[in-house]
């Protein structure tokens, strides 16, 4: 037999259904249900969405400062414009290879 019932909370997996003898009133979810194996990738993608736009504001104020630093270098108008919008899309995008999180449930 499969381990086809899932505790979305803690991730145990069992043979029957039940609630999760791990989490205090946590029904097990049957995974083979398209509707949870929905659910359940709608909760990942959130999930990831919510991280990247995380990722995303703190690369956009950290992208700022070797901007200001150019700023007296280089001086004020689209060039600045250009490098902060340059520089934060780079460390957002190194940052979510790095710090991005994976799928979570088992679908």
């Not at 194996?37 to 993608?45: F, G, N, S, T």
């Not at 200001?68 to 460390?91: N, P, Q, Y």
Request: with cysteine.
């Amino acid at each position: 037999m499969s381990e086809r019932f899932y505790c979305e909370r803690c991730s145990h997996r069992q043979d029957l259904a039940g609630d999760c003898p791990h989490c205090e009133d946590e029904p097990l979810l049957d995974i083979e249900d398209p509707d949870v194996r929905l659910m359940l990738r709608e909760m990942d993608a959130a999930d990831i969405r919510r991280r990247n736009y995380s990722i995303g504001a703190v690369a956009a104020v950290v992208g700022i400062l070797p901007v200001a630093a150019l700023s007296i270098v280089i001086g004020e108008g689209k060039t600045l414009v250009l490098a902060w919008a340059g520089t934060s899309i780079a460390l957002g995008w190194a940052g979510t290879r790095l710090f991005g999180i994976k799928a979570r449930h088992p679908v």
